[in-house]
């Protein structure tokens, strides 16, 4: 057995532990003027989530104000989404299959469980842009610089979390957060890359409760994440394949697959990302009814691309720091619960391309000497979102009405600099969108529907190129991808409208406490010249059950 599958086993153990159904939470309580029968009733896990800010924090102390005593469910889920409306890297063919399972579970008055296990497969059609899982958490990208290297990509995921809340007296409440996730990537065709992913977050903290009207808490958080890439071609060939080394905006050099560089064949480099930070939480009670959460953070950020040995060289070191807020103002009676939620994070970035180059020792031996850095990015990233959400005749944990509406604003501005040369960039993009959810509780099922539509746009200026020092006309600029350049420009600024419906029935099953099938299906519509008309279509299906 390996480590790995010891680790999930683990896992499994603390998420999901093994329990007698709560017979409380088996009675189903009866709408008001629903005559003599007993409706069937089921707690919402979304709507349990919302209901205590705490259970959303970085601090997993908050846990002990989970406001049942438990609640899980699991569910097998697949996904297709087809359509042109994409951007640089994505598909216009795709589909995922997957599995999950979440659950909030109190061992007693002292303790609180939370878990979660999620397992994805991906299979995309037609991609090639970026040779990263997520290119904008890089802060490195490697392009492909034509379309004729297109192919098909696989993608699998797993996610694990665990996390423990204890009480040590009245006031005083710890907690610890473990988040794991592994992935392996791949496309199949040349130029190939076979791409490899872990990514690992712990938090503890602790909560006190000054008084009636007020709790605090803090916690430290930290985060390394590690996904190493190989470059390599099937059989042998004439073909040359270029790459765009990208140090931000599609500016950078273009450099052929062989013996050296950020693409050298049978080399594994990794890109590694490592953060540390704290937390601050306030929650303030100025009644039973109205509750002010408040949740503050920073985070250091540093890593590197390459593999730090004396033989094999670190191409760019990079460091950076990310400040967030969120909020969440609440109001809940017997039968309502209104949210009013904001955020906002500013991340400031910095990458720096190494100088080097490989020099042969006295034993025979080559080593890497380093003569310094440049720097070849400046990026600066600004998110902010608000939201409404009313939760109406809510009955034994489950809204009747489920109403929202929901805006986000992103903003970019950033500088690739390859002295004496560099580009400007500045996008921004916004979204406003609105749902509406309707749970019918009949004697023997409950029927869910929801309906959406949003609006999104944007603007800015795709590049502004220029130098710091004037420069003779012999002197070449950088490699720059025009054409991923517009489309990624384009794609983030477009307008284009959204419309989604989702469908979901829950009904009993003897050894659970439900079961369910929710479907949703999305349809985006893209406006202007660059996108004009085109449409990305997600069908969504899951089966699943509560317990």
């Known amino acids: 057995m390996t480590i790995r599958n010891i680790l999930f086993l683990l896992f499994l153990m603390i998420c999901c532990p093994f329990r007698a159904q709560n017979t409380n939470d088996s009675i189903p309580q009866a709408l008001p003027g629903a005559g003599v029968y007993q409706a069937f009733s089921l707690p919402d896990f979304a709507f349990i989530r919302q209901s205590e800010a705490w259970l959303c924090s970085e601090n997993a102390a908050g846990l002990q104000y989970l406001p049942v005593s438990d609640i899980s469910f699991a569910e097998a889920y697949m996904s297709k ?107 199949f065709k040349d130029l190939r890359h076979v791409n490899s992913f872990f990514d690992v977050s712990a938090t503890v903290g602790i909560s006190y409760q000054l008084n009636q009207w007020m709790d605090i808490g803090v916690n430290y958080f930290y985060r390394r994440s590690v996904e190493s890439i190989e470059f390599k071609m099937y059989g042998t060939t ?105 955020s906002a994070d500013r991340e400031k970035l910095e990458n720096f391309e190494n100088v080097w180059r490989k020099e042969n020792t006295t034993g025979g031996r080559t080593d890497i000497v380093y003569y310094g850095n440049t720097k070849v990015l400046n990026r600066t990233v600004l998110n902010a979102n608000v939201g409404y959400t009313a939760n109406l005749n809510i ?114 099953v003897h050894f659970v406490k439900s079961g369910y099938v929710r479907a949703n299906y999305e349809l985006t519509n893209a406006l202007g010249d660059y996108f004009k008309n085109q449409k990305y279509s997600s069908a969504f299906l899951a089966v699943g059950c509560m317990f």
């Open 395 to 508: 009955i034994d944990n489950c809204p009747e009405w489920t109403l929202s509406a929901e805006a986000d604003w992103h903003n970019r501005q950033q500088t690739v600099s390859q002295h004496p040369f560099y580009r400007k960039q500045t996008i921004r993009f916004w979204d406003v969108g609105a749902q509406a959810g309707r749970n019918i509780v009949q004697r023997k099922s409950i029927l869910g529907f929801t309906l959406g539509v949003s609006y999104g746009s944007g603007g800015g200026t795709a590049k502004n190129d220029g130098t710091y020092i004037t420069v003779s006309s012999t002197q070449e600029p950088p490699k720059s991808l025009d054409s991923r350049l517009e489309q990624e420009y384009k794609y983030l600024t477009a307008k284009h409208f959204t419309g989604n419906i989702g469908v979901k029935y829950s009904f009993p």
């Open 81 to 187: 989404n087809d359509g042109n409306f994409i951007n640089y890297y994505q598909s216009d063919n795709s589909y995922k299959w997957g599995a999950l399972t979440e659950s909030y579970y109190r061992l007693n008055p002292l303790i609180v469980f939370y878990g979660k296990v999620n397992y994805s497969n991906f299979n995309g059609k037609n991609m090639g842009g970026s040779a990263f899982i997520n290119p904008y958490y890089n802060v490195l990208d490697i392009v492909e610089t034509t379309d004729d290297t297109r192919g098909t990509k696989n993608l699998e995921t797993y996610n694990l979390i665990g996390a423990v809340s204890a009480n040590l007296s009245k006031a005083w409440s710890i907690g610890g957060k473990v988040d794991y996730k592994a992935a392996n990537y791949a496309k």
């Open 238 to 342: 004439d073909k040359r394949y270029f790459s765009l080394v990208n140090f931000g905006s599609f500016y950078g050099r273009t450099e052929e697959f062989g013996e050296n560089g950020y693409t050298e064949k049978s080399a594994v480099n990794p890109t590694v990302n490592t953060f540390n930070g704290a937390s601050l939480q306030l929650n303030l009670k100025a009644t039973d009814q109205w509750h002010f959460f408040n949740e503050l953070s920073y985070k250091s950020r540093e890593g590197y691309y390459g593999k730090r040995s004396p033989s094999t060289p670190v191409y760019t070191e990079h460091k950076g720091s990310v400040m967030s807020y969120s909020g969440v103002l609440s109001f809940r009676n017997k039968q309502q619960l209104h949210v009013l939620n904001g």
